[in-house]
């Protein structure tokens, strides 16, 4: 790095970007839809705060999985540690258990907001400083539950222009849980955990021991839903392992028969990334695009209350979703009146005042990105 750029005002840390006029713009209406869906719903906005003692955040629950991923400060008042969020679904998690205990069930709540990652996150994001808006719903332990924060999900992504999705699931404490019960050595267990996380064939042969035939089985069954769900029917499971299996074929039904024009596809032994779920999870793709658009789950809430949901990741909602029109922008020469103004915004326009008086009105329109101006109480286009 050259001493200029260590100087340049410009330069962020990696993981972070500055937001410019139109990607913030396009951001900020977005989210709005979002929520404006999930409210719909009867999801209520919760808005936790960026900073949290350490101990609260961090402590218990879905937020102890996230330890190494929050960056750390010391508040200066109290000399206790502080972390920065790296998700706002654990802070959800803690209101539901805490401040809103005594709330009906099921207790539906959104949010909208920032979070920061020590490291880059998962599916490949870059991305340190990431938006969150998402939706839990807190209670109800059922496929039906499961199915409706999908579904929402997919509503949501429709209302900005995603109307191709792919929701596809996963049950991370299948493999984990069929690997435990076989018995095998510490060394073998590892070793066959790591063979399933890189999708290893061989190596799921041979580590695998007496569940190898199955693990085999389950792999070569990821992708459509109906490839998958008939394999985990015939699988060969443990007892203590069947209920997995069953509620995932359960929620995946639901969920199927709730978004009919959504693509849903199943890998019942993926558990990459999803550090404090307990059930069924779903990632959110658009289809043709490799970028993650939200995930979610099962987990329990900070009392072990059931919970499940959804977060959508704007950042990269956005950067798939089809770019909507933008309002017309309109010069007022210097010395309109003030309702002129008022007028047009309420039309729809965006006004963009002159300051000092111009022999040329068009050309400062035009400087200013200006598709009209206004003169004599009428718009008139700038060539």
């Known amino acids: 790095m050259t001493r200029d750029q260590l100087l340049s005002p410009a330069l962020l840390p990696p993981g972070f970007i500055d937001l410019l006029p139109v990607d913030a713009q396009t951001e900020a209406e977005g989210t709005q839809a979002l929520l404006s869906v999930f409210a719909s719903h009867g999801y209520e906005r919760v808005a936790p705060p960026l900073l949290e003692f350490e101990d609260t955040l961090l402590g218990a629950g879905a937020g102890a999985a996230l330890t190494e991923q929050a960056f750390r400060l010391m508040d200066p008042d109290t000399r206790r540690m502080m972390a920065l969020r790296p998700d706002i679904t654990p802070q959800v998690a803690r209101i539901a258990a805490t401040r809103l205990h005594g709330a009906p069930r099921p207790l539906r709540l959104s949010y909208a907001g920032q979070a920061v990652l020590v490291g880059n996150g998962t599916a490949g994001q870059t991305e340190r400083q990431i938006g969150q808006a998402g939706i839990e719903l807190i209670g109800p332990d059922s496929a039906e539950a499961d199915a409706e924060v999908v579904a929402v999900a997919a509503e949501a992504l429709t209302r900005v222009g995603i109307t191709d999705i792919s929701f596809d699931l996963t049950m991370p404490p299948l493999a984990p849980a069929l690997i435990e019960q076989a018995g095998l050595s510490a060394a073998k267990a590892t070793a066959l955990m790591h063979a399933l996380d890189r999708k290893d064939t061989a190596a799921v042969a041979e580590h695998g021991g007496p569940i190898a035939e199955v693990l085999m089985r389950l792999l070569s069954a990821a992708g459509d839903a109906d490839q998958a769900l008939a394999a985990l029917k015939e699988a060969d499971l443990p007892a203590s392992v069947r209920p997995f299996s069953d509620r995932l074929m359960i929620s995946a039904t639901a969920i199927r028969a709730r978004v009919p024009n959504c693509q849903v596809t199943i890998d019942p032994v993926e558990f990459r990334g999803w550090k404090y779920h307990t059930g069924v999870c779903v990632s959110v793709y658009a289809l043709g695009s490799s970028e993650e658009l939200g995930r979610g789950g099962r987990y329990l809430c900070n009392d072990d209350e059931p919970a499940c949901g959804l977060t959508l990741r704007p950042n990269a909602v956005f950067r ?26 309420d039309k729809g326009y965006v006004t963009v005042a002159g300051l000092v008086s111009h022999a040329h009105e068009e050309d400062e329109a035009r400087r200013l990105a200006c598709s009209f101006l206004s003169r004599d109480g009428k718009i008139v286009p700038v060539t």
């Open 320 to 345: 798939t979703a089809p770019r909507g029109p933008h309002p017309s922008r309109v010069y007022l020469p210097f010395g309109t009146a003030e309702s002129v103004g008022r007028a047009l915004r």
